[in-house]
């Protein structure tokens, strides 16, 4: 009896069992590579939108500033405007004006005019001496808040009913 030492392997035929996990192998890598090359596709458009966003965000943002800036440039004149009506609501306007209005005379009518850089009053008063409607002109002159005075025509005899125009400013005043 001989035996075979040597170190060639004998290969035989590939069993089927073989085969079939050779090709089950090769359809999974098939399909893994398309994948993988889908994949790769979606990330490059995603990446191309991200880069399209940044770009867009900026553009935004630039925009956002310039806005922001109008926003608070003073020498627009509707900002100022507006700045002007949250500074001087016309409950603080009264209430500024009430500790000028003496006793024996009344506010009969006030219009506010909101302008760029001040408030414009045009008030009716009603005095029942000319002393109590120069005791108010005093008081108005004294206050600060008021300023630019222009007065109607008057009658000096009995009571008095005037109108006067007025600029109200409270940063003058305060």
């Known amino acids: 009896m001989t035996a075979d030492f040597s170190t060639r392997r004998h290969i035989g035929r590939p069993r089927l069992v073989d085969l079939l996990l050779l090709a089950f192998g090769l359809t999974a890598l098939g ?11 979606d990330l490059e458009t995603v990446r191309a939108a991200v880069q399209q966003f940044h770009a867009s965000a ?57 302008g760029h850089e ?18 108010f002109v005093a008081r108005v002159e004294r206050s600060g808040l008021f300023g630019d005075l222009a007065f109607g ?12 125009r007025a600029r109200y400013r409270p940063e003058e005043g305060s």
Do not use: F
């Open 153 to 164: 025509s008057e009658n000096r005899t009995g009571e008095m009913k005037v109108t006067l």
């Open 58 to 114: 900026g553009e935004e943002e630039k925009r956002v500033r310039e806005l922001e800036d109008r926003r608070h440039d003073r020498t627009d004149p509707l900002a100022r405007q507006a700045v002007q009506t949250l500074a001087s609501p016309p409950p603080r306007i009264l209430a500024d004006l009430e500790p000028t209005v003496p006793t024996g005379a009344r506010l009969e009518a006030l219009t506010l005019t909101y």
């Open 118 to 135: 001040a408030v414009e009053l045009e008030l009716t008063l009603l005095a029942r001496t000319p002393e109590t409607y120069d005791d």
């Open 31 to 41: 399909w893994s590579a398309l994948a993988a090359s889908s994949a790769r596709r």
